[in-house]
Every structure is written in structure tokens, then in C-alpha cells.
């Protein structure tokens, strides 16, 4: 049985930072591809961001990237999302998912379609 758990969402400013954490009971957790979606009211759930197992290889949404930040660790079966510089435009809820490899060690799904499992989803509420 896997288990994504977010945490970390909350009320910011603009400007500020949050760094949202999604653990994950994964037996495997190390041959998982990890990725971060997210969700505004009355949006379609949108790619944010992903990490190959490895973390040798992770992608980003044009709309986040120089702010965001995805990485993880492997010991702790953990995936992070730093949110530096955070607009109103980023509030939504955040999903972390996750999506068993095929051993590849640079495979970061970008796509909803090639995730298998999904968190409950986290709540970013960024203010002006």
C-alpha cells in the first residue's frame, strides 16, 4: 500500500517562502520518480515540478522555475518543494505523486497520465 503524506502549506505574503515536504511509505521509495502538481480553484491540476529517482534529472513548470526548487532524500523516503518568491498566482493546492521506474535513472514524468499514486493534497494561499 503506498502512502504520498503532504505537509508544509499554509498562509505566506508575497514574497515569501514555504517549503512543503511529501512522505511517502514507498518500500522502493529510491526507484520512484517523484513529482509536485497543483490545483487552483476551478483549474486543472498543472505540472509544477519532478525528480528522477537518482536526482540527477528534474524539470520544471516555466511558471516556477528560478523559484522552485524539488529535491529529495532518499534515506528518509522524502520529496521537498522550496517555494522562494512566492506570488498570489501560486496559491492552489499542492499534490505530490509518485511513479514506479523502470530502473531508468533520469526518468522525470512531466505528464498526470504517468503517476500512479497521489497525495491528499496540501493548501498554499499566497496573499497581496
Known amino acids: 500500500q503506498v502512502q504520498l503524506v503532504e505537509s508544509g502549506g499554509g498562509l505566506v505574503q508575497a514574497g515569501g517562502s514555504l517549503r512543503l515536504s511529501c512522505a511517502a511509505s514507498?518500500?522502493?521509495?529510491?526507484?520512484?520518480?517523484m513529482g509536485w502538481f497543483r490545483q487552483a480553484p476551478g483549474k486543472e491540476r498543472e505540472f509544477v515540478a519532478t525528480?528522477?529517482?537518482?536526482?540527477?534529472?528534474?524539470y520544471y513548470a516555466d511558471s516556477v522555475k528560478g523559484r522552485f526548487t524539488i529535491s529529495r532524500d532518499n534515506a528518509k523516503n522524502t520529496v521537498y518543494l522550496q517555494m522562494n518568491s512566492l506570488k498570489p498566482e501560486d496559491t492552489a493546492v499542492y499534490y505530490c505523486?509518485?511513479?514506479?521506474?523502470?530502473?531508468?535513472?533520469?526518468?522525470?514524468?512531466?505528464?498526470?497520465?504517468?503517476?500512479?499514486?497521489w497525495g491528499q493534497g496540501t493548501q498554499v494561499t499566497v496573499s497581496s
Open positions: 525528480i528522477s529517482w537518482s536526482g540527477g534529472n528534474t
Open positions: 505523486a509518485a511513479d514506479p521506474t523502470d530502473g531508468n535513472p533520469y526518468h522525470a514524468p512531466r505528464f498526470r497520465r504517468e503517476y500512479d499514486y
Open positions: 514507498i518500500r522502493t521509495f529510491s526507484r520512484y520518480a
